[in-house]
């Protein structure tokens, strides 16, 4: 398993700090914790693809933690998803 820090920061923007935001990989899926603003792009910079996603796991509901999810969800509209496995939306 490996975690990857993509935001630990704040709800008030921040050069260099990005909002609540950890991956969670595992041999075969990989799960959000929280998807604050910024995490997509997070994603990206560490060579995450979208599709790689299997879950997402909000650990309240603050915008500094749930801004992207609306992101995640529009892109997972895109045609190149089309036949993935539904992705879980999981809140505590």
Same mark, same amino acid.
Request: a positive charge; glycine letters at 12%; proline letters at 4%.
């Given at each position: 398993?490996?975690?990857?820090?993509?935001g630990s920061g704040t709800a008030i923007p921040a050069?260099?700090?990005?909002?609540?935001?950890?991956?969670?990989? /595992? =041999?075969?899926?990989?799960? &959000?914790?929280?998807?604050?603003?910024?995490?997509?792009?997070? $994603?990206?910079?560490? +060579?995450?693809?979208?599709e790689r996603i299997a879950a997402v796991l909000l650990?309240?509901?603050?915008?500094?933690?749930?801004?992207?999810? /609306? =992101?995640?969800?529009?892109? &997972?509209?895109?045609?190149?998803?089309?036949?993935?496995?539904? $992705?879980?939306?999981? +809140?505590?």
């Open positions: 398993m490996r975690v990857t820090i993509l050069r260099g700090r990005f909002p609540a935001g950890v991956l969670v990989e /595992a =041999a075969d899926w990989s799960m &959000l914790v929280d998807a604050g603003p910024g995490t997509l792009r997070r $994603l990206a910079d560490v +060579g995450i693809g979208l650990t309240h509901y603050h915008t500094d933690h749930t801004a992207d999810l /609306a =992101a995640l969800l529009f892109g &997972l509209r895109n045609p190149r998803y089309r036949g993935r496995a539904a $992705l879980r939306v999981l +809140g505590a």
